[in-house]
Every structure is written in C-alpha cells, then in structure tokens.
C-alpha cells in the first residue's frame, strides 16, 4: 500500500520464542457446528497449559462478539472473517504463542488464505470431522433446528456448503473418538513441533 511500510523492531519473534522456550504455532480446527471444535480447542489449550506452553484460543463465536460483530454469515463475509482471524492468529504466532483456532471456515480457498497468512510451516490444519446427521443431534445451540425451519440463513452444512479439507494436518473423527483421545492425538502432533 502506498505511503504504508512494515516496522521493523528490535526484539524478534526469536527472541520471543526463545523467552517462551517453545516455537509459535497456529492449530486451525475447522468442521461443522456440533463437530467438537470448541470443545476440543479448550481440552488442548489446557492440556497444552499444563504443560507450561503458552496458548492463546480464537473461537468463532467469541470473535464475532468482537472484532468480527460486523461481519454477517454470507461467503463472503465469512471469507472477511477468516481473513481477519487469519491475521490475529499471525501476530499471536509472532510473539511466540501456541494459537487455537476453531472456526467452521467452510470454504477450502479461505482456510489456504489463512495457511498463506500464518505461513505454511506454522499452520496446522485439524479437520474435526462428523457426520451432519451427528452435529444435527448435538445440536446444543439449536441452530439446526433453526436452519431446518428456515430462521437462520447460510447455515453451514444445510444451506451453505462445507468443503471438507482434502489433506488435513490431522483428522479427528469425533464421532469415533472421545475428545481425550483426540487431544492426545493433537499433542502428539503438536508437541514435537514446537521444541526449539
């Protein structure tokens, strides 16, 4: 952009890491609602804070009653909110901080803009993975029923489309596996790559 230029500062995101005594990372769960997103990304980051990492969550639903209550549930709004996400989670990763995510993020092209964001190296992608028929019996918030009855549009899996990631960091069948499995499964994968 013009007259706009980076900022360079002393202490770099090294320095940071090194503080910390972890890398940075980004763990982008994406999935239907009712998939186990928000559950899993709480188990993990305590899991994780257990362990003397330092984790920062980013939830769909928290962010939208922030930064993001503007934003409407259109594509493209939703592309705009993971764009905006995306972004959050880098400067999180910069400082050296272990990033949850757990956004539906429904569309392949938006969660490879959020990869390009964050950078590949850094971004883990955790497909929480469940039948519709599942996430529609969960229903805890009752917003399928809601979608069924036609009150709430561009809902994700009725009405707006979910494109199932095609190579995932890792795959979570939920509707498998306990959420104690999964988060093991999560730390085994995450663990490792954050060791300086």
Same mark, same amino acid.
């Given at each position: 952009?013009?007259?706009?230029?980076?900022?360079?500062?002393?202490?770099?995101?090294?320095?940071?890491?090194?503080?910390?005594?972890? $890398?940075?990372?980004?763990?982008?769960? =994406?999935?239907?609602?009712?998939?186990?997103?928000? =559950?899993?990304?709480?188990?993990?980051? $305590?899991?994780?804070? &257990?362990?003397?990492?330092? =984790?920062?969550?980013?939830?769909?639903?928290?962010?939208?009653?922030?930064?993001?209550?503007?934003?409407?549930?259109?594509?493209?709004?939703?592309?705009?909110?993971?764009? /905006?996400?995306?972004?959050?989670?880098?400067?999180?990763? @910069?400082?050296?901080?272990?990033?949850?995510?757990?956004? +539906?993020?429904?569309?392949?092209?938006? /969660?490879?803009?959020?990869?390009? *964001? *964050?950078?590949?190296? @850094?971004?883990?992608?955790?497909?929480?993975?469940?039948?519709?028929? +599942?996430?529609?019996? /969960? @229903?805890?918030?009752?917003?399928?029923?809601?979608?069924?009855?036609?009150? *709430?549009?561009?809902?994700?899996?009725?009405?707006?489309?979910?494109?199932?990631?095609? &190579?995932?960091?890792?795959?979570?069948?939920?509707?498998?596996?306990?959420?104690?499995?999964?988060?093991? $499964?999560?730390?085994?994968?995450?663990?490792?790559?954050?060791?300086?």
């Amino acid at each position: 952009m013009k007259n706009i230029r980076e900022q360079a500062f002393t202490i770099t995101r090294l320095d940071r890491e090194k503080r910390n005594g972890h $890398k940075g990372l980004v763990i982008w769960l =994406t999935g239907l609602s009712g998939s186990g997103k928000s =559950t899993l990304s709480n188990a993990l980051e $305590k899991a994780l804070h &257990q362990k003397g990492i330092a =984790t920062f969550n980013l939830d769909g639903d928290n962010t939208r009653l922030g930064i993001n209550k503007d934003l409407g549930f259109s594509l493209i709004e939703r592309t705009e909110n993971i764009r /905006r996400v995306a972004e959050i989670a880098r400067l999180f990763r @910069d400082a050296g901080i272990v990033v949850i995510t757990s956004f +539906i993020s429904p569309l392949e092209k938006d /969660r490879k803009s959020a990869k390009s *964001i *964050i950078g590949e190296k @850094d971004f883990v992608e955790v497909f929480v993975d469940c039948p519709l028929s +599942i996430c529609e019996e /969960r @229903d805890v918030k009752g917003l399928y029923a809601k979608a069924r009855r036609g009150e *709430i549009k561009d809902f994700t899996g009725i009405d707006s489309p979910f494109e199932k990631p095609k &190579q995932p960091s890792l795959l979570l069948k939920t509707d498998t596996f306990s959420a104690e499995e999964c988060v093991e $499964k999560m730390l085994n994968w995450i663990v490792p790559k954050i060791s300086l």
